[in-house]
């Protein structure tokens, strides 16, 4: 019977960087062939959709949410603190926004009123991933338990205040509230439901996010981290403090990308699961796609875009699957990118 | 005409630029010591890891007793009886040692097992309850815990890479008596180290590396110099360690002192026991005794890893006894870590980030281009990740701490530990040269040659306490002194 080992090897950085694009490729090919299989549409269709997703300018409604939280959660699993809240941290970023545009003065003040939105999106975002980090810090509870669970209490808090206290007057009873003002709303590109301003700021953040990573001394100890606290703690960084910052970046970042949407997209707070969709999910599996670098994330997320537009693109007039499909090629790029890692890293050897 | 029972036929590593081993043919004897003689990065740890499973050979192939074969994992060398005793013991920090046993041998672990064990410790002369975690236990411990598991297993080859090297000295001795008692039984051993004279005492074959490739193998009777020659080549190094004109100064003001320490270990025991200690600045004290006697600890709670219960440690005259570790290393206080590869650097940064984060300020090139010349750091490319480096170049790494900064006191755990004969002075020197400038040197210790090369005062510790001090001119002549209190106190 052939036996099969794995062995441990090391290839030329050349030869890494075509595996990769090769599962890139291999993703294309799989998504359009599952696409086409689910939504019964024939193959060169779906290959022509695909080809139409990747110029499609509606790519940037999904990298303008999932770019920053997944450049977050680079930063966050750089430094070993595991925040799998992101999805939390962005609806509770869109209840910070809300919160700041319709119940305060400034939500009515042009210019204004987006910034502090926003401001205040990330603030909140921040405090939502904040009690887990000082759970592991103080008590030593694991982080990911923590964070995921605040997913969930998350969701609930806003199907509270949208079925509750903030409920709209003019909403006939739906779950929402109110649309916030006009002035508080980030203008959207004409016939787009995206914002130039908020693609802007986002490739912005992946820049300043390596930046901060790899040319300063912070960011290179919050990498550090990942391989141990006591090394840090003896290059005279607190340990703690770097993990909070890792922790509350992420957090803000994730706060950012919901009060975005929110101030976008939305222009209302709906129930919590509507307003996260996941994409907090999503964007753990993008920060791993992307090899945990920002920069990488940049291309990665465009392409994780591209994917999600082909698999809505089919499903206009069939039966709504709507992101159970995404979800799954998104899920099957991850394992093979995966796959692909290991691969490269290691080989097998028949005998 | 005896048949050897391992030979390499052509090995070639590589790791990405770097070679590592280029055509290395070597054979080894049944009933053999072969030395496996080279300098830090010379390929020693290489060549071990692909006779035993852990790397796959770029070129090349071994034979076992005649059949050539290429290991794919370390389960299929053990089961040819090839086993690896490695500089990094090879356990699982979160299982006792008993478990650690079993796990590896493949078997559970029984009343018998438990009492095989016992009985193998006793033979090397080591109290250890088996039942401990191993995360409890201090590298050296480590160490011959390591050394004991693979014994268990009755080698055919045994491969040991530099881990008897720092054990020690009555330890090792009883170690080496039982790598010839193997030998005595037929088995052979492959004995990686880079000390001369202990390669001297123990081999009947001697195989030097030079940058990856075998520059010669010598028999019985090789003198040291025709070794050294092999080993370095003609380079021309520093052998004696340069004295410090400390010695016997007027008493300074003490930079860091020490005051009736109790520190607990992991199990609420105290490891250190009412310790008081003063280093003045440009004095280096040396605290020896053998591993597990507090040396740890003591470091790890003036550093501030490790919780003070009581008693209290001062900094320039500033209590820093419940300062964070890094409150401390910010006002000049450096410390080297036993374990190079967990505490003294970040394994996944490389080279250049690693020396740019020991320094509070910005670390020109230039500076960083001396650093990697003056320690030699192989390769000496900075933008390689530290985990491609050799034990010895890893340690030579978290050295360069000391040249990127000026401390105001050092404590320093077997600084010397990995490194070879040329890197040990310049380790050795480093030190010297920070405490004539002024610092405060605490050095710990396991080896007393080193502790007598380098200090101004010499504290031996026993169970936690310091149980004598010598100092003076003439530390040398204390030696036997010292060897017996270090063991009987």
């Not at chain 1, 050349?14 to 294309?28: Q, T």
């Not at chain 1, 997703?53 to 303008?64: A, K």
């Not at chain 1, 979800?327 to 005998?351: E, M, P, Q």
């Not at chain 2, 396991?446 to 100092?471: K, N, P, Q």
Request: charged share 20%.
């Amino acid at each position: 019977m052939p036996r099969v080992a794995i062995v441990r090897r090391e290839l030329p950085m050349a030869m890494s960087a075509l595996a990769k694009v090769f599962v890139i490729l291999l993703g294309m090919l799989i998504a359009v062939a599952l696409v086409s299989t689910v939504t019964r549409t024939r193959i060169d269709i779906a290959f022509a959709t695909l080809l139409q997703s990747l110029v499609n300018l509606n790519v940037f409604v999904y990298i303008s949410t999932l770019l920053p939280i997944a450049v977050g959660l680079c930063i966050a699993f750089s430094a070993n603190a595991w925040n799998l809240g992101a999805e939390g941290q962005l609806v509770m970023g869109a209840v910070g926004a809300t919160f700041a545009a319709l119940y305060t003065p400034l939500g009515s003040q042009e210019i204004v009123a987006p910034v502090v939105s926003i401001i205040f999106a990330a603030l909140l975002g921040a405090l939502w991933a904040l009690p887990a980090a000082l759970l592991k810090m103080f008590r030593g509870v694991n982080e990911a338990l923590t964070t995921l669970l605040m997913n969930f209490i998350a969701y609930y808090t806003t199907n509270y205040l949208v079925k509750g206290p903030w409920r709209g007057r003019a909403v006939y009873g739906y779950p929402t509230t109110d649309m916030v003002p006009r002035q508080a709303r980030i203008p959207m590109a004409p016939g787009y439901s995206f914002s130039w301003y908020v693609v802007a700021a986002c490739i912005a953040i992946a820049l300043l996010a390596y930046l901060f990573l790899y040319k300063t001394r912070l960011g290179a100890a919050l990498r550090a981290l990942g391989s141990s606290p006591r090394f840090v703690e003896l290059i005279g960084v607190s340990s703690r403090r770097l993990y909070l910052i890792a922790f509350l970046l992420s957090g803000a970042l994730a706060g950012f990308a919901g009060g975005v949407k929110l101030l976008v997209y939305h222009g209302k707070l709906v129930e919590g699961p509507i307003v996260g969709s996941g994409y907090g999910f999503t964007a753990i599996m993008l920060a791993w796609l992307g090899g945990l670098n920002p920069l990488l994330l940049i291309p990665a997320s465009y392409y994780t875009a591209a994917l999600y537009i082909l698999s809505f693109g089919l499903q206009i007039g069939s039966a709504a699957i709507g992101d159970a499909l995404a979800n799954t090629i998104v899920g099957s790029l991850l394992t093979l990118a995966l796959l692909a890692d290991f691969l490269t890293r290691y080989k097998l050897v028949l005998r | 005409m005896r048949k050897p029972f391992l030979q390499t036929v052509n090995l070639c590593k590589r790791f990405g630029d770097v070679i590592a081993l280029s055509d290395v043919s070597l054979d080894v004897y049944p009933g053999e010591v072969l030395i496996v003689l080279g300098e830090n990065g010379s390929g020693k740890s290489t060549l071990a890891k692909i006779l035993y499973g852990l790397y796959f050979p770029d070129k090349g192939y071994i034979k076992v007793e005649g059949i050539s074969i290429v290991f794919s994992s370390p389960m299929e060398a053990k089961r040819k009886g090839i086993f690896l005793v490695s500089q990094r013991p090879q356990l699982i920090d979160d299982m006792t040692i008993l478990e650690n046993v079993a796990m590896f041998l493949g078997e559970p672990p029984s009343r018998d097992l438990r009492k095989r064990l016992y009985a193998l410790l006793n033979e090397l002369g080591i109290t250890v309850d088996i039942d401990r975690g191993v995360h409890t236990l201090s590298y050296t411990e480590k160490q011959f815990v390591d050394l004991a598991k693979v014994l268990m297993a009755r080698p055919r080859l045994l491969i040991v890479d530099e881990a008897a090297t720092y054990l020690p000295r009555e330890l090792k001795q009883r170690f080496l008596n039982i790598v010839k008692g193997l030998r005595a039984k037929g088995s052979s051993v492959m004995y990686i180290t880079h000390k001369i004279g202990e390669a001297i005492e123990m081999g009947d074959r001697f195989a030097v590396l030079r940058r990856g490739s075998v520059v010669g193998v010598f028999g019985l009777g090789v003198d040291a110099s025709t070794l050294r020659q092999a080993m370095f080549g003609s380079e021309e190094y520093l052998t004696r360690i340069a004295k410090g004109f400390t010695q016997g100064a007027p008493q300074k003001p003490a930079a860091l002192s020490v005051e009736n320490l109790l520190v607990f270990d992991e199990y609420g025991k105290p490891a250190v026991n009412g310790v008081t200690l003063t280093v003045g600045a440009g004095e280096i004290v040396t605290i020896v005794g053998i591993a597990g006697n507090g040396q740890k600890e003591l470091g790890e709670a003036v550093v501030g890893l490790r919780r003070v219960s009581r008693g209290r440690v001062r900094l320039n005259g500033v209590d820093v006894t419940h300062m964070p570790a890094c409150e401390r290393v910010r006002r000049g206080l450096v410390y080297v870590p036993e374990d190079p590869f967990r505490e003294g650097v970040a394994m996944g940064l490389t080279i250049a980030e690693n020396m740019k984060l020991f320094s509070q300020t910005k670390v020109s090139r230039e500076l960083l281009e001396t650093v990697t010349r003056k320690l030699d750091v192989r390769p000496s490319n900075p933008l390689v990740a530290v985990a491609k480096l050799s034990g010895g170049n890893v340690q030579k790494v978290s050295l360069s701490r000391l040249l990127l900064t000026t401390p105001k006191a050092v404590v320093a755990y077997s600084p010397t530990r990995m490194l070879d004969e040329k890197s040990r002075v310049l380790a050795l020197n480093m030190l010297q040269r920070l405490a004539d400038a002024g610092s405060a040197v605490l050095l710990l210790s396991e080896d007393l040659e080193e502790a007598l090369h380098a200090s101004t005062r010499v504290c031996v510790m026993v169970s936690g306490r310091i149980v004598r001090v010598f100092e003076g001119p003439d530390l040398e002549g204390y030696r036997e002194v010292i060897e017996r209190v270090m063991v009987h106190a």
